[in-house]
């Protein structure tokens, strides 16, 4: 229990830029998709997949995606250093968001399951002593470059997970004014 309240006191993001090796071997890796896919989930959906993005493999979908950042021609220079980051960190894991129209459960909800798990999966690489990320850039909303990468139409990139090591302590950032964005309801008169 302390170990949970001072992980979640203090627990930061890594930028995907500076995460270095080791990553998680594959059956690590396994087991963190494991814990990270322990989400509420209303009516058992599981709206979500994993698409795991080997190192290697990414070297060219940074270049690709580069030439897509390009193709677009809008804000270039920023996308393609975020196209480069594709390529960064020992292991990136794709959260897929497969949310779809359903009787009872609503789509959105669905959606915040999958924003769950990929917290979740920061959490379960924090346990294993990883640090990780979590992003979506530019290329998780361009249909063709979602295409590229696996993610069929109607579903939705929930993020791009990027995990490794990082040895450094890094400093907190700025937080929400909590007690102002908290209020207590009372039933209108
Ligand atoms: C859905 C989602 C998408 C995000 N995408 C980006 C992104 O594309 N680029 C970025 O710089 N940060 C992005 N972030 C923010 C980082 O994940 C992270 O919150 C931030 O780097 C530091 O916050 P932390 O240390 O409190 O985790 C995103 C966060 C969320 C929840």
Redesign the pocket.
């Given at each position: 229990m302390t170990d949970l309240l001072s992980h979640l006191q203090t627990?930061?993001?890594v930028s995907n830029a500076l995460l270095s090796e080791p990553g998680p071997d594959d059956p690590t890796l396994a087991d963190m998709l494991t814990l990270a896919a322990r989400v509420p989930d209303h009516g058992k959906l599981a709206p979500w997949r994993f698409v795991i993005y080997p190192a290697g493999a990414r070297k060219a979908g940074a270049e690709w995606l580069a030439a897509r950042a390009e193709a677009l021609g809008e804000d270039v220079e920023k996308r393609v250093k975020k196209a480069n980051g594709f390529a960064t960190a020992p292991v990136c894991v794709g959260v897929i968001s497969t949310a779809a129209p359903h009787v009872k459960i609503p789509e959105w909800e669905q959606h915040l399951s999958a924003?769950a798990v990929?917290l979740n999966l920061l959490h379960a690489a924090a346990a294993y002593g990883f640090r990780a990320?979590?992003?979506?850039?530019w290329f998780s909303n361009d249909p063709e470059a979602c295409a590229y990468l696996g993610v069929a139409e109607g579903e939705r990139v929930a993020?791009f997970v990027y995990i490794g090591s990082y040895a450094n302590a890094v400093p907190d950032?700025d937080r929400p004014d909590v007690p102002a964005l908290t209020s207590t309801w009372a039933a209108p008169a």
């Open positions: 627990r930061r993001s924003g990929c990320q979590w992003l979506t850039d993020g950032r």
